[in-house]
């Protein structure tokens, strides 16, 4: 047997220095050390061999198959980078293929475009979890268990008291927890309602949220700052309105509009013929707020605001279907 194996590592030898290419060392491989190889019948053969025997014919056998094996990797590795199974050897001096760029998504690049704004204005990044639990997402701003808002229809509800955030105010309730004013941060992210799908409402959307909260803080500081915000995103000749509105959190609360980007506040199919689009809520944080999370509301006030960043990237973008957005069409995509 010792004769054979050598035999055989000695012809697999001179075969393999002449193979031109990785198709002809693949057959080599399969005739030499495949299931079905010279080696592979030599260690089959090895049961009909005395008991005593077996041992050291197997380890002879071994030994070639790992010899012939190295033969077969030096040799690919003389060969060189190839393109494949074709057999053509790769050419370093061709010209190489552009690889396709990618581009970030127009909600990416409104959130850096916020987050360099708010910056701007003094404010902080804050972030959350997405997955809240009631405290946090009802409780601490203000939301009765009677309230419309906490309807299970209305939520994404995973256990009993936990669910999928329906807001980022949650998020400025986590940090009031962990900070004592003052206190001036933004948090955008992804938030989640059941809403029915269609050109303007989906179920997964982001907002920003806005929080500012010190000594003396009035809803003129509100007013200044989504004015500022707005133009800063939008272009100088943008327009504020604030309509009074309730919001559990907020006292007084009024909805946030910017005059229409697209007609300058004329009327358009863009903002419906009304000249302005909703962009979100805001108001003067409630008291009861700030004393649920240990703030004097005797010694501090504070506003709050949320905008759709998704509204923003249809006003900017010129974008009539939310849809798009989440849909992930390179086509669409690429014109961002």
């Not at 054979?4 to 393999?16: C, D, Q, V």
């Not at 005395?50 to 012939?68: C, D, F, S, T, V």
């Not at 806005?210 to 500081?221: C, M």
């Amino acid at each position: 047997m010792k004769e054979e194996l050598s035999r055989i590592t000695e012809n697999a030898g001179k075969e393999i220095s002449q193979a031109k290419n990785p198709d002809e060392l693949e057959k080599l491989r399969v005739k030499f050390i495949g299931r079905k190889g010279a080696i592979t019948s030599v260690l089959r053969s090895i049961g009909n061999l005395p008991p005593e025997e077996r041992p050291l014919a197997g380890e002879l056998a071994n030994k070639a198959k790992n010899e012939i094996a190295g033969l077969i990797d030096a040799r690919k590795a003389s060969l060189g980078s190839t393109a494949g199974k074709t057999g053509e050897i790769f050419d370093h001096t061709l010209p190489g293929k552009r690889p396709a760029l990618g581009r970030r998504h127009p909600v990416t690049r409104a959130i850096e475009e916020i987050a360099e704004c708010m910056m701007q204005l003094g404010f902080q990044w804050a972030e959350g979890p997405e997955i809240e639990d009631e405290f946090h997402n009802f409780v601490a701003l203000n939301i009765p268990e009677n309230h419309p808002a906490r309807d299970p229809s209305d939520n994404f509800y995973i256990k009993d008291d936990v669910l999928l955030r329906s807001q980022t105010s949650t998020v400025q309730v986590r940090y009031m927890e962990k900070h004592k004013p003052p206190i001036r941060v933004f948090a955008p992210g992804k938030v989640f309602r059941p809403d029915t799908v269609d050109a303007s409402h989906f179920y997964i959307f982001h907002q920003v949220e806005g929080l500012w909260v010190d000594k003396g803080i009035t809803f003129s500081h509100l007013k200044s700052v989504l004015m500022m915000f707005g133009r800063m995103i939008l272009g100088d000749n943008l327009k504020l309105r604030l309509r009074p509105s309730y919001f559990p959190f907020t006292e007084p609360s009024a909805e946030i509009d910017f005059s229409c980007f697209a007609c300058n506040g004329e009327g358009c199919p863009t903002c419906g013929r009304k000249g302005w689009m909703e962009m979100g809520g805001c108001g003067m944080v409630d008291p009861n707020v700030l004393e649920t999370l240990n703030i004097d509301p005797e010694e501090y006030t504070g506003f709050a605001f949320g905008i759709g960043i998704d509204r923003l990237v249809m006003a900017k973008y010129g974008i009539n279907d939310i849809r798009l957005i989440f849909g992930n069409d390179v086509r669409f995509l690429r014109q961002f």
